[in-house]
């Protein structure tokens, strides 16, 4: 048994301050707020520098220093790779800016990002001897827990809205999670697990509703710093659901800064939402820092149709603080900007990543995002995962070859 170094020093309200100890089992925290970890910096600066990362392995556990984890036969590992930044240069070139990366988290273990938090909370799961995990989802989340416990025998309870992804429905089910359609949204599923909690002995494994997931996507935030040698982009465009991935970013950024490996300049965080379920796009614009759940909530990119997230003033400050923006893009603009993506670069955006780069062409346009601002997109999850609208047409082998047909079309 290997003892990861941690510098793990408590939990504490994202809202009220209230500390807690950690190394128990929590949930929110009795303000009904997430609860973040906290590290002590100081040692953690100590313990480790950015020349001993070079020899590690390229998987996000390179970061253990940064995470609560401190067992390693607690980890379960399926393949955690740093994901590739992929410069998107004949998109750059039409839209006149002056950089595009795309981070595409669609290569992590069952094809999202999700595997990052979820690895996180099953691994601090198992730590904390829980043995029945429960989670509400659109899809990505129920399959990564489904995965993971799997591998850690733990048992999974999945509840998701009847319209998810086919495919994350049957991935689910496929690991052996109890997997459960229902005729509600995310939020409806969550309440549902909140209210089985005591009666099933289950452990909630909601978005920020326990304190891991959060640490597993901030690794998202550390790795895109070491892969552009510690020099952030200016503007990060985020497709925001329950808003895990930009929070998650926001703390890596704090912590590299407080342990001196970056200085105070930030991307300008851009939570991009769909125009059918933008509870933070309206709550940013009204000033508000809290966001009233969205009614009627539909899109075709389902990882973003959150219509209440816990941590919305988590989402809020972030974007604030940052100079960034909330912003609203139409289902017509996602899918336009999946295939352009797609035919132009030969990359197979989900429709929750494509809802970024439709926003940067809007607001290239709008004037939000200058020219010679360098852009980080997020792609979360594989395309692969969903229907996609692709025509094709047959040929009979019976018949002779009408090739002049062929050339013709
Ligand atoms: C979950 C999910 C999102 C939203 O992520 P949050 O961090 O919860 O805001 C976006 N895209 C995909 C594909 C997802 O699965």
């Known amino acids: 048994m290997i003892e990861y170094p941690t510098f793990v020093t408590h939990l504490e309200c994202s809202y009220t301050g209230k500390r807690y100890p950690a190394d128990t089992l929590q949930g929110l925290s009795e303000a009904g707020k997430p609860l973040l970890v906290r590290y002590d910096l100081e040692a953690l600066a100590a313990g480790i520098s950015k020349v001993q990362l070079i020899d590690r392995e390229p998987e996000f556990w390179r970061y253990r220093e940064f995470l609560p984890v401190r067992r390693s036969e607690n980890v379960v590992r399926l393949g955690e790779i740093m994901t590739p930044l992929l410069p998107a240069h004949k998109l750059r070139e039409e839209y006149g800016c002056a950089e595009i990366l795309i981070k595409d988290e669609g290569r992590l273990p069952t094809g999202s990002f999700k595997a990052r938090g979820l690895a996180l909370a099953v691994a601090m799961a198992k730590e904390l001897g829980v043995r029945r995990m429960a989670i509400p989802t659109n899809g990505n989340a129920g399959a990564a827990l489904a995965a993971y416990c799997a591998a850690a025998d733990i048992d999974t309870w999945v509840f998701c809205p009847a319209d998810t992804p086919k495919i994350n429905i049957e991935e689910t089910a496929f690991f052996g999670a109890h997997t459960y359609l229902a005729n509600g949204y995310i939020n409806d599923c969550g309440k549902f697990v909140g209210a ?163 926003a940067l062409k809007q607001e290239l346009a709008g004037g939000r995002i200058r020219r010679d601002e360098r852009v980080m997109l997020f792609n979360c999850a594989t395309g692969l995962k969903y229907p996609l609208a692709a025509e094709f047409d047959r040929i009979d082998l019976h018949e002779p070859p009408d090739f002049a047909n062929l050339r013709a079309s």
Not at 319 to 347: K, M, P, T, Y
């Open 196 to 358: 089985g909690r005591e009666e099933m002995g289950w452990f909630d494994t909601s978005t920020l509703k326990e304190p891991y997931r959060i640490e597993g996507k901030k690794t998202m935030g550390l790795e895109l710093a070491e892969q552009l040698d510690w020099q952030l982009p200016d503007v990060i465009l985020y497709p925001t659901g329950g808003g895990t991935g930009l929070i998650g970013m926001w703390k890596a950024f704090a912590e590299l800064e407080a342990i001196g490996w970056i200085g105070s300049r930030r991307p300008r965080m851009v939570a991009v939402q769909a125009e059918g379920c933008a509870p933070m796009v309206r709550a940013f614009e009204s000033g508000s820092r809290h966001a009233e759940p969205w009614q009627d909530a539909h899109t075709v990119a389902a990882g973003i149709r959150v219509p209440a997230a816990v941590g919305d003033f988590l989402i809020l400050d972030a974007v604030r603080e940052s100079g960034g923006f909330a912003v609203a893009v139409s289902d017509e603009d996602i899918l336009a900007a999946q295939a352009e993506c797609a035919r132009r670069e030969g990359i197979l955006l989900c429709p929750e990543g494509a809802a970024t780069l439709a």
